[in-house]
């Protein structure tokens, strides 16, 4: 059983003092801003945050804040935000009441549906979402509800590849390894800056910290990277890499593991299928081969395979930059082939699975259905659906295409798609030509601003909060509930009381739906569903029992107690007294540590074959493709200049741009070019240039440096605020330019959907 508050702890918390400008008191929370899940210390003087800090008593954090974690105060505070439900009239918003707000989406949304039908309606899930209790217990309401193929979210922005991966190899879209980061010896990193982003697809507080532990250890870390990122400047070796090899150099690697007789596959040997294919599939691809396309010399892809291999652990890690490009799934599926092939699957130090506290799937045996995918297509392009949403590259002509099944309405959540997603000039003229659309958001953005109906969540210190995505992917098993710290406030609405009064207008029930009712429906659902799984822990129980159990809590808690209860460390409801609960996590407020990962295969598995498919059949088909990369030509070569994206510490996709503190200071939205490609182009530092891409254009100052490589040019995601009719004051102010309208609807990876903003051709020149 893990460590649980001591006495004193309990009475240190919550603690209050009193000061000359009134009685503040402390509380401890868990950051939502990234993926990180840091413990906050707040001081809060009635509503308002007066102090910021990191929590060192936090199980997983232990203090560490970065400096958008002291930003939730300005966001909590910000002027900008919606407060009450908005109603757009004409270009203008008007405060309405709740109820004018949801007899306003009835009308608007009913009698679409109910003439064109479900499919007419689109839902689009934006990436704070996966940080949002209410978001993640509720979205599926919502879905279920709407009925609708059109669903889409940030997911195929950026991540998809990782997860249908990690679907075809394991048998779960979120059954993804991530690096034993706090044990390994060795680090591969591609296209990943957690020195910026502070990880992704990896839950770990204080990556700089753990990764300086790493080689103060005497460990080696290795970035590959076209830009000379922060990261990179901290590791022991940067190999720059042209962007969208990825796959080509790990390819490279399982070629010289094979070849010089590297490959030992260590404690999952038994549990691997298809190691011979994958041994034929690479001898296509020798490091002398791929190395003038990679940008890295073959004698260093032979020497880090050896180093990979000898290694006494090592994980190779991907994100973000192996993701959004063509070649996405080939690559995410490769880090994980060489996982496999040096024997770091699965064992303390190397690439490993979270086994967290809310845990199904996968928690009690190996037997499974795998994945499928494309059990429904898109209506315009017959593109698949990848883990029940359509390609976000999609989204656009499904609204501008006329015919049947055209989609007419939009519902968004916590997204800003105009900004985030390809093409972001034709979605912005189609989110225009919308009917009727609905958002569940805190600002009127580039997105929301077409919204006829804006519905504003509570303020995040109203509203309990736990990790429910992000646990499973954390590098240590860890558990961290934070209460609702302050009273909602009248015309404060839940979120989670929201989307299930939307549900029930979708749902044809009008605008006035019992919440509670619905809730109550939700939650029995999730009880029948727990008490009829093998090896649960309340296998076979009385669902009346359970349902009684958990009455003293509505609304998110109320399943969130549930899956703790019946998870990997559950108090099943009685069967282990000692067992986790939120009553449990409730007296744990700087969380509870779960313990280091744990070996977990085969349980983890949920292949058909209840193996590792290391040659999945959808993989193996799409290695032809990656050897035509082989012929294209270089930029120094006549080639044309690709660019990639970057990320800065100060932000986070498109929204927090709208806070001062975050913003202040240098422009960052800059485009970052070679001295060398700039003398060629003829223009210097500070100079704006326009850069073109099939797709669009846009204009923004270059920043000649050399921590991008020849060929490659830099421009950070997630601006361009210059749009009229936003209400972000500060992000007007500070808006940048939008380099999502450089990405194009036609060019993503085939085997997950997801968009290519890594790799695209651009043409620069200056103004
Ligand atoms: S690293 Fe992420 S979770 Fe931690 S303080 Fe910063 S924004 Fe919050």
Redesign the pocket.
């Known amino acids: 059983m893990p460590h649980l508050v001591t006495r004193a702890e309990k009475r240190a918390y919550p603690f209050a003092m009193t000061t000359s400008a009134g009685t503040t008191r402390i509380e401890y929370r868990t950051?939502h801003?990234?993926e990180?899940?840091?413990g906050l210390e707040l001081h809060l003087d009635g509503r308002a945050i007066t102090l910021v800090r990191g929590d060192r008593d936090d199980v997983f954090?232990h203090g560490?804040?970065?400096p958008?974690?002291t930003a939730v105060k300005q966001l909590e505070s910000d002027p900008d935000r919606i407060r009450r439900p908005l109603v757009r009239r004409g270009d203008a918003f008007h405060e309405v009441s709740w109820d004018e707000a949801f007899d306003e989406i009835d009308a608007g949304l009913t009698p679409i549906r109910d003439q064109y039908g479900p499919d007419a309606l689109a839902i689009y899930l934006g990436n704070p979402g996966a940080h949002n209790l209410a978001g993640l217990v509720y979205n599926r309401a919502l879905l279920q509800a709407a009925r609708t193929k059109n669903v889409y979210s940030a997911s195929t922005v950026d991540q998809m590849p990782k997860q249908v991966s990690a679907g075809l190899m394991f048998g779960g879209g979120l059954t993804i390894p991530v690096p034993d980061v706090d044990r390994t010896d060795y680090l591969l990193m591609l296209g990943a800056n957690p020195y910026a982003s502070?990880g992704s697809l990896m839950t770990a507080?204080d990556l700089p910290g753990r990764l300086h532990a790493l080689r103060a250890r005497g460990g080696k870390l290795v970035v590959v990277d076209p830009r000379r990122t922060k990261t990179a400047e901290e590791a022991d070796e940067h190999l720059p890499i042209r962007p969208a090899t990825d796959a080509l150099f790990l390819f490279a690697l399982v070629h010289v593991l094979f070849e010089d007789d590297l490959v030992d596959l260590g404690d999952v040997a038994a549990h691997v299928n298809g190691v011979d294919d994958v041994r034929r599939l690479a001898t296509a691809f020798a490091p002398e081969v791929v190395a003038p396309a990679c940008g890295i010399e073959a004698a260093i892809i032979r020497r880090i395979a050896h180093e990979l291999a000898a290694a006494p652990t090592a994980a190779v890690y991907g994100r973000i930059g192996t993701c959004t490009q063509e070649f996405g799934t080939l690559a995410s599926w490769l880090v994980d082939v060489v996982n496999v092939c040096t024997g770091n699957l699965d064992r303390p130090g190397g690439a490993m699975f979270t086994r967290a506290a809310t845990s199904t799937a996968g928690t009690f045996s190996n037997e499974g259905r795998g994945v499928t995918f494309g059990r429904r297509t898109s209506r315009v392009r017959g593109l698949p659906e990848y883990f029940g949403e359509l390609p976000v590259v999609c989204l656009a002509e499904e609204i501008e295409t006329p015919g049947d099944g055209q989609v007419r309405a939009l519902v968004t959540i916590a997204g800003n798609p105009a900004v985030s997603t390809p093409n972001s000039d034709q979605l912005r003229r189609a989110l225009a030509s919308l009917d009727f659309m609905v958002s569940i958001d805190i600002y009127v953005n580039e997105t929301t601003r077409h919204a006829n109906v804006i519905l504003p969540p509570e303020p995040e210190l109203a509203r309990g909060h736990y990790d429910l995505a992000l646990y499973n992917l954390a590098i240590r098993n860890v558990a961290n509930y934070s209460p609702p710290l302050v009273e909602l406030e009248p015309g404060e609405v839940p979120e989670w009381r929201s989307m299930l009064r939307l549900a029930g207008v979708i749902g044809g029930l009008g605008a006035h739906a019992d919440v509670d009712a619905l809730d109550d429906v939700v939650v029995s659902g999730l009880v029948s569903k727990v008490v009829g799984r093998r090896g649960s822990n309340v296998e076979g129980r009385d669902a009346d029992e359970l349902t009684k159990a958990l009455a003293t809590r509505r609304g998110p808690e109320r399943v969130l107690d549930l899956m703790l209860r019946t998870g990997p460390y559950g108090d099943g409801f009685g069967a282990d007294p000692e067992g986790l609960s939120l009553a449990v996590l409730e007296a744990n407020p700087h969380g509870i540590d779960l313990g280091p990962l744990q070996p977990r295969i085969p349980e983890v598995l949920r292949t058909p074959s209840g193996m590792i498919e290391l040659a999945p059949e959808a993989c193996v088909g799409d290695v032809e493709r990656l050897r035509s990369v082989l012929e294209r030509p270089l930029a120094r070569d006549g080639g044309p200049l690709v660019l990639v994206g970057r990320r800065d510490l100060r932000s986070?996709n498109s929204w927090m741009h709208n806070l001062q503190v975050l913003v202040k200071g240098k422009a960052r939205c800059t485009v970052h070019v070679h001295p060398d490609d700039a003398a060629r182009l003829g223009f210097g530092n500070g100079v704006d240039v326009r850069v073109r891409s099939s797709s669009g254009e846009i204009v923004l100052p270059a920043e000649v440096t050399d921590a991008v490589m020849p060929g490659v040019v830099s421009i950070p995601h997630g601006w361009g605020h210059d749009v009229e009719g936003t209400q972000m004051a500060t992000a007007s102010r500070h808006a940048g330019a939008n380099s999502n309208v450089l990405a194009r609807t036609d060019l993503f990876d085939p085997l997950s959907g997801n968009a290519v903003f890594s790799g695209i051709p651009v043409e620069i020149a200056p103004v």
């Open positions: 950051c801003l990234c990180a899940t840091c954090s560490y804040l970065c958008k974690g502070n507080p986070n």
